[in-house]
């Protein structure tokens, strides 16, 4: 029988980005930008296993919200056993261009940092835009948008809705990843999506 990570990839690959679970590594670069000591809101889209959570959950305030936001089924339920019983963590079934009506009732406003990793270049272009100015809006205005991705052909689709502040590269990972942090733009770009 295959481990759940694997066997969601194979049953869905446009939604798990890499069919093996991060790298420690990639872990680290992506919790680097996020300010534990002030956060009061952290959002993950697509947290899969939960490895990223688990660090999250590891150096995270008491009072701090952890929104976990999957699409897929199956995660949902692992993530909904494995936190259950822990204060102030919501896992929700459903898609990150959604995330603030999720939000609402939680009584969550703007959060302070949104993880992702996404496989946006699997996903279509319309919805990859809706997520991301979804996401520019949901953002404090000194909130920060911390993405790891695979290849950087998106990188202008991100730069629309976002100021980029820094760029790492992790080779320690299969496949070999970068770290994209960015701070939200004070306006969403005019242009219309195709």
């Known amino acids: 029988m295959l481990p759940p990570f694997i066997e969601e990839f194979f049953r869905n690959p446009a939604t798990v980005g890499s069919l093996v679970p991060s790298s420690r590594e990639l872990t680290e670069q992506v919790m680097a930008p996020i300010d534990f000591a002030t956060a009061r ?20 305030r008491p009072g ?6 999957e ?11 494995r ?7 919501h896992v929700i079934h459903g898609s990150a261009d959604k995330t603030g009506e999720y939000l609402r009732p939680l009584g969550i406003g703007q959060v302070d940092y949104v993880v992702c990793g996404l496989p946006f ?26 993405l790891f991705q695979y290849t950087l052909q998106n990188v202008r689709l991100f730069e629309r809705f976002f100021r980029p502040l820094q760029q790492e590269r992790v080779l ?4 070999p990843a ?17």
């Open 41 to 60: 809101c952290i959002v993950e889209y697509g947290p899969g296993t939960g490895v990223f959570t688990d660090i999250l959950m590891a150096r995270r």
């Open 64 to 69: 701090t919200a952890i929104v976990l936001i």
């Open 71 to 81: 699409v897929s089924r199956r995660f949902c339920q692992l993530l909904q056993e």
């Open 83 to 89: 936190y259950a019983a822990h204060p102030h963590v």
């Open 121 to 146: 270049r699997s996903l279509s272009r319309r919805l990859g835009w809706r997520i991301l100015e979804h996401t520019r809006a949901l953002l404090q205005p000194a909130g920060k948008l911390v």
């Open 172 to 175: 320690l990972n299969l496949p």
């Open 178 to 194: 970068y770290v994209l942090t960015y701070a939200p733009k004070p306006e969403a770009a005019p242009e219309t999506v195709a």
